[in-house]
């Protein structure tokens, strides 16, 4: 279970949901939102971005790494959420793909945490860490 405080979590939950309204989604109609919260208690969000070339595509999840690089997070990372569902109505519970797991996985490691991962549906949220996701992930201490 989270560490998260009460606040936190939900703070973190409602910013995943709010991003989900911001998604570029033409193609599928299925809005994803992602949140990011750093030990500093910095929160960025990101949300899905599709492409008529389809595997253009941008997750909510790599959006907000990128994001959260571009604006100098190197590590810290402590939380994640994200929801999705179509027309931007959370549904089903929405885990991180492959893809964004490793993106998620490279921030954390940069500033050796294990983030909690709160993957949230119309009805539950289920809560781990990271590593749970991604067991025994390659990172750059893999390249050393």
Do not use: K, W
């Not at 208690?41 to 994001?67: D, H, K, Q």
């Not at 027309?87 to 998620?104: D, E, K, S």
């Amino acid at each position: 279970m989270s560490a998260l405080s009460e606040q936190q979590r939900e703070a973190l939950i409602a910013a995943a949901r709010g991003a989900m309204h911001h998604a570029y989604a033409p193609y599928s109609n299925f809005r994803v939102g992602a949140a990011l919260l750093f030990a500093d208690g910095v929160m960025i969000t990101g949300s899905n971005v599709e492409n008529a070339s389809y595997g253009l595509s941008l997750c909510a999840e790599t959006v907000a790494c990128a994001a959260a690089m571009q604006a100098g997070h190197r590590g810290g990372l402590i939380a994640v959420a994200v929801a999705g569902g179509t027309g931007g109505v959370a549904g089903a519970v929405v885990t991180p793909c492959g893809r964004c797991r490793q993106m998620l996985s490279e921030l954390a490691q940069l500033g050796e945490t294990d983030p909690d991962i709160l993957c949230i549906g119309a009805h539950e949220i289920v809560d781990m860490p990271l590593s749970t996701l991604l067991p025994r992930a390659f990172g750059p201490a893999t390249l050393d």
